[in-house]
């Protein structure tokens, strides 16, 4: 069965076929859902922008401390 399936050819018709069928099976999400799922989104990469600025914040600080060095 292998064998058949790496001899038949790609058809870009088939697999545009495929494409609209599994298309056809998509839920999309509601207005609602998607102003909700943005919403986490952003908040999600805040706290994490946030949480990155704080560790880069201490390492420096400690770097500062440990090598006593000043930077302009």
Do not use: H, R
């Not at 495929?18 to 799922?37: A, D, H, N, Q, R």
């Amino acid at each position: 069965m292998a064998k058949e399936q790496a001899n038949k050819k790609f058809s870009f018709k088939e697999y545009f076929k495929g494409v609209k069928v599994e298309m056809k099976k998509v839920v999309w999400p509601t207005k609602k859902e998607l102003v909700s799922y943005t919403a986490v989104v952003i908040v999600t990469c805040a706290v994490f922008a946030l949480g990155f600025w704080l560790i880069d914040t201490g390492v420096l600080a400690a770097l500062k401390s440990v090598l006593n060095i000043t930077l302009n």
